[in-house]
């Protein structure tokens, strides 16, 4: 059984920092694409991050527009965990983020951790 679990979210003020930190297990993590989701009320589920692995083309992380240069994706293979730091965060971050592993042709989400950024 494949469990994909979040944490790290909370309240945060603007222009400050929080690391999101992603347990997976029950798949060959080393193996997986790792990506960080998010979606705000109303909006669609957009793309924040995603690793890949060394064999994948994509080992590249890769970043939504909206995050370049602020937000970094990291992966710990011996750990299976992948993080997400989150810095100089604004109101326009705020949204409740999720992690996806995917699996030759399988996706796994979680259940997402909420993120306020807000004074």
């Known amino acids: 059984q494949v469990q994909v679990v979040e944490s790290g979210g909370g309240l945060v003020q603007p222009g400050g920092s929080l690391r999101l930190s992603c347990a997976v297990s029950?798949?060959?993590?080393?193996?997986?694409?790792l990506s960080w989701y998010r979606q705000s009320p109303g909006k669609e589920r957009e793309l924040v991050a995603s690793i890949g692995y060394i064999e994948h083309p994509a080992l590249a992380t890769n970043y939504g527009d909206a995050v370049k240069g602020r937000f970094f994706i990291s992966r710990d293979n011996s750990k299976n965990m992948v993080d997400l730091q989150m810095n100089f965060l604004q109101p326009e971050d705020t949204a409740v983020y999720y992690c996806k592993a995917r699996h030759e042709s399988s996706a796994y989400w979680g259940q997402g951790t909420p993120v306020t950024v807000s004074s």
């Open positions: 029950g798949l060959t993590f080393s193996r997986s694409v």
